[in-house]
Nanobody
Framework: QVQLVESGGGLVPAGGSLRLSCTAS????????TGWFRQAPGKEREFVAA????????YYTDSVKGRFTISRDNAKNTVYLQMNSLKPEDTAVYYC???????????????????WGQGTQVTASP
C-alpha cells in the first residue's frame, strides 16, 4: 500500500508560481508512474501531467505545456509539479496519483491509477 501526501498549494495572483510536492510512504513509489490531476468546482477530474518511474519521460496536457514541469526525486520518494504563469483557470484541487507495473506511458485516465492523495487547493486570483 502506498500513501501519498500533497503539499505546496495556496493562493497566488495570476502570473505567479507554486511548486506542489507529492511525498509517498513507501519506497515502491520510486518504481511507480506518477501523475497529477486537478478538479475544479462543478467539473470532472482532469489529467495534468505524468512522469515515468525513472523520470526519463514526461507528458502534459496541452493547456499546461510550457508553464508546468513535473519532476521527481526518488531518493526522497517525492514528485514535484512546478507551476509557472498561473492562470485563473488553473484554480482547482490538485491530486497526486501513482500506479505500478504499467506497460505503457502515459496513463491519462484517473481509473488507470491505483493510489491517490487527498489533494491540495491551488487558487490563482484574477
Amino acid at each position: 500500500q502506498v500513501q501519498l501526501v500533497e503539499s505546496g498549494g495556496g493562493l497566488v495572483p495570476a502570473g505567479g508560481s507554486l511548486r506542489l510536492s507529492c511525498t509517498a510512504s513507501a519506497r515502491t513509489f520510486s518504481s511507480s508512474t506518477t501523475g497529477w490531476f486537478r478538479q475544479a468546482p462543478g467539473k470532472e477530474r482532469e489529467f495534468v501531467a505524468a512522469i515515468t518511474w525513472s523520470g526519463g519521460n514526461t507528458y502534459y496536457t496541452d493547456s499546461v505545456k510550457g508553464r508546468f514541469t513535473i519532476s521527481r526525486d526518488n531518493a526522497k520518494n517525492t514528485v514535484y509539479l512546478q507551476m509557472n504563469s498561473l492562470k485563473p483557470e488553473d484554480t482547482a484541487v490538485y491530486y497526486c496519483a501513482a500506479v505500478r507495473g504499467l506497460g505503457y506511458f502515459p496513463p491519462i485516465e484517473a481509473n488507470e491509477y491505483s493510489y491517490w492523495g487527498q489533494g491540495t487547493q491551488v487558487t490563482a486570483s484574477p
